[in-house]
C-alpha cells in the first residue's frame, strides 16, 4: 500500500533502494536529504516514526551524510522526524539493546498489551 500511494504523490522525489531495504522516496530539499514513508494509516504513530529514524539512522551512518530529515504521510497526516544527533544516538543506543536481546539463549516470556491483538506478529510471540 505505501508503495502505490508514493507514487500518487510528489513525483520529484525517486525510490531508492538500500541494502535490502527499499525506501519509498528520498530526495534532496533545501540542502538535506529528506525520506519520505508513506503508510495506509497511523495506528501506530511512534512505530512509523521509529521505522523512518532506522532508515535514516543506516543512511547518514553508510553514507556519511551530514544533514536528513524524514516525514511520514498518511492520507492529510504528516509526522516530522528530525535527523538530530540526540535522535541518532537514541537509536544507536535501541540497536545495542535489541543486539544484546536477540543474543540471550531464549527469549523472555510474552506479555500480553492491548497492542497485541492487532499487531501483524502476534503469531510469532504466542
Known sequence: MGKALAEIKEKDLHQFPFSNLKFDKIGKERGHYLVTEYKKSFKNPEGAKMQLLFYMYLLKKNLKLKEINGKVISG?????????????????KLL????????????????????CKKCGYRDYCF
Do not use: D, R, W
Not at 96 to 115: G, Q, R, W, Y
Open 76 to 92: 492529510k497526516k504528516v509526522i516530522y522526524v528530525e535527523g538530530s544527533e540526540e535522535n541518532m544516538q537514541m537509536m544507536e
Open 96 to 115: 545495542e539493546e535489541i543486539a544484546t536481546f536477540v543474543s540471550n539463549p531464549l527469549p523472555p516470556k510474552p506479555k500480553k498489551i492491548p497492542f
